[in-house]
């Protein structure tokens, strides 16, 4: 990889991004986006986490991300999909910041893969925000929502669906 500063920017502002907690980032971020039967859906959680602290997937990854905007540490936005119980990676874009993101083929990422891709890799709880925004803080995924839908992910299979008023203290 070329060690010239300017290519390495992109890597650099998405570790630091990585790095932060969701309660220390500085702006309220875009969320990957999950369709759940008709609904396309804001998501409360980074799946793709796991993948990308694989070295071989971020280096596939790093080159095409850019430092776009506050909004988006990552600097790349996912879609989701939950069917027949299980979570699939639909798309990928990165500058999400943009009126119009760049597609980045799945392939490019996890070579061999070119329609939804089941999410194996991933264990942990999506949190889905529901209702109407009751208040809004500039601060990571921190605004609060009337509702949530939390859903307990394992191995990219879902094993709990919870709706709830409040998000729990361990998100």
């Not at 996890?110 to 889905?128: E, K, M, N």
Request: hydrophobic residues 40%.
């Amino acid at each position: 990889m070329n060690k010239t500063p300017h290519r390495n920017l992109p890597h650099l502002v998405l570790l630091a991004g990585l790095a932060l907690s969701g309660t220390a980032m500085a702006t309220a971020q875009i969320p990957d986006r999950i369709r759940i039967g008709t609904a396309q859906e804001a998501l409360f959680a980074h799946p793709l986490g796991p993948q990308l602290k694989k070295p071989e997937v971020w280096e596939r990854l790093a080159p095409l991300l850019s430092a776009s905007c506050s909004a988006s540490w990552r600097g790349y936005m996912a879609d989701w999909e939950l069917r027949e119980d299980k979570l699939y990676l639909v798309a990928l874009h990165v500058d999400p910041c943009n009126r119009e993101p760049r597609a980045v083929p799945l392939d490019t990422l996890l070579p061999g893969s070119t329609g939804p891709v089941h999410a194996s890799w991933f264990s942990g709880r999506l949190v889905i925000p529901r209702g109407k925004e009751i208040e809004y803080v500039h601060m990571g995924y921190e605004s609060r929502f009337e509702r949530y839908l939390l859903i307990e992910v394992r191995d990219g299979a879902v094993v709990t669906q919870t709706e709830t008023d409040s998000l729990p203290a361990d998100r």
